[in-house]
């Protein structure tokens, strides 16, 4: 997770010594250098001083923070049916036009809503008689759609 190219990041650090080279060179480095800092600084000085420990410490609070935050506002999860529609047409439309997926995935979730195996093929049934029958039913909704997108005279 900590992983930073080196090149975008290099212009940074030279900008850092030329503005520490210019502070010298202008005397602004020796003014802020006889300031001393108020009681506002002490945490500050404390994580500066004790770098090692507040960055080995502040990982697993973060992370802890950010469970946390899932728990009382959990990502929001997409019905079967929506996730269904979404697999497919992303799918499908590697191979066909849109319009043809959006139809075509239409009569596999009604099928396959309508006698019920939605939930086996949620449920990740391998067995050769169901991938068969998918595998059919595919075929049959494959030709559907190509006889309804040939009646419409879209193709």
């Known amino acids: ?63 802890g923070c950010v469970w946390l935050f899932s728990q009382v506002m959990p990502a929001q999860v997409d019905p079967p049916r929506v996730n269904f529609l979404k697999t497919c047409q992303r799918s499908c439309e590697q191979m066909r036009n849109a319009t043809f997926c959006s139809s075509y995935c239409g009569c596999m979730l009604e099928t396959l809503d309508g006698e019920g195996s939605l939930d086996r093929l949620y449920n990740n049934d391998q067995t050769a008689d169901f991938r068969a029958h998918l595998s059919d039913l595919a075929a049959t909704c494959t030709a559907k759609t190509e006889d309804k997108m040939t009646e419409g005279g879209t193709q």
């Open 1 to 63: 997770n900590d992983y930073v190219p080196l090149f975008p990041w290099f212009g940074a650090v030279l900008l850092g010594l030329g503005a520490a080279k210019l502070a010298s060179a202008s005397g602004i480095r020796a003014r802020l250098a006889s300031r001393v800092p108020g009681r506002w600084a002490n945490p500050l000085v404390f994580i500066g001083r004790h770098s090692l420990a507040f960055y080995l410490i502040h990982q697993p609070l973060l992370i």
